[in-house]
């Protein structure tokens, strides 16, 4: 199988503070992780893609310097959301890829943040 | 970014029913996948398409990659509780960037 995990699977933080959330993939090398937000009732939107060892590639729109990630091996990436704000509240997941343009993304539990 | 049209985006059925949903693009993709999210979860990858006109077959799921390369449709025959979920379409065109559909809310009652 190919297992993703995300810790933590939900936190609370205060507004103005930041939050880390990692992403594992647990039995394979994930050389391309990506990072989903998702509203409500609403689909995923990509955020950034990164490749393990290089700068994460964000979409438009996305803030690179709110949303830091770093990709620092081939089973770990991390989403640290700077100076959170109550708009961030949102559910985030990841998904790992073993292939550069491969579309098997195999995805991670999710983590919910809320901030107050 | 671009979203993929998903079309119903709520469905209500008495299980046992058969159930259809749908994507459309106003542009092509190499790849049309189907996702099942359960509440508080990731996706799930149901079934993977790979070439126009390609119908696929998971249980009790099936799917089929339009040959104009802009929609495809999942089925689900014989409906039952556990199907409960939302389901994405996506598509991949180059490079391993997905783009999701809006979802379909599937409620199923017993």
């Known amino acids: 199988g190919a297992v993703v995990s995300q810790h933590p699977s939900r936190v609370i933080c205060k507004s103005g503070t930041s939050v880390k959330i990692e992403c594992r993939s647990l039995?394979?090398?994930?050389?391309?992780m990506f990072w989903y937000r998702q509203f409500p009732k609403q689909s995923l939107m990509l955020m950034a893609t990164s490749n393990e060892g290089s700068k994460a590639t964000y979409e438009q729109g996305v803030e690179k310097d709110k949303f830091l990630i770093n990709h620092a091996s081939l089973t770990l990436s991390t989403l640290t959301v700077t100076s959170a704000h109550p708009e961030d509240s949102s559910f985030y997941i990841c998904?790992?890829?073993?292939?550069?343009?491969?579309?098997?993304?195999?995805f991670g539990p999710g983590t919910r943040l809320t901030v107050t | 970014g671009q979203q993929l049209n998903q079309s119903p985006q709520s469905m209500f059925i008495q299980e046992g029913e058969d159930v259809s949903m749908n994507c459309t693009s106003s542009?092509?993709?190499?790849?049309w996948l189907w996702y099942k999210q359960e509440p508080g979860e990731g996706p799930v990858l149901l079934i993977a398409?790979?070439?126009?006109?390609e119908l696929t077959s998971n249980g009790r799921l099936t799917a089929q990659f339009g040959i104009t390369r802009k929609d495809s449709f999942l089925n689900i025959s014989a409906s039952i509780p556990s199907d409960v979920g939302i389901y994405f379409c996506a598509g991949q065109r180059s490079g391993s960037r997905l783009t999701f559909g809006e979802g379909t809310q599937l409620t199923v009652n017993p």
């Open positions: 542009s092509i993709f190499n790849t």
């Open positions: 398409l790979y070439k126009a006109g």
């Open positions: 998904s790992a890829s073993r292939r550069q343009n491969s579309y098997e993304q195999y």
């Open positions: 039995d394979f090398q994930a050389t391309t």
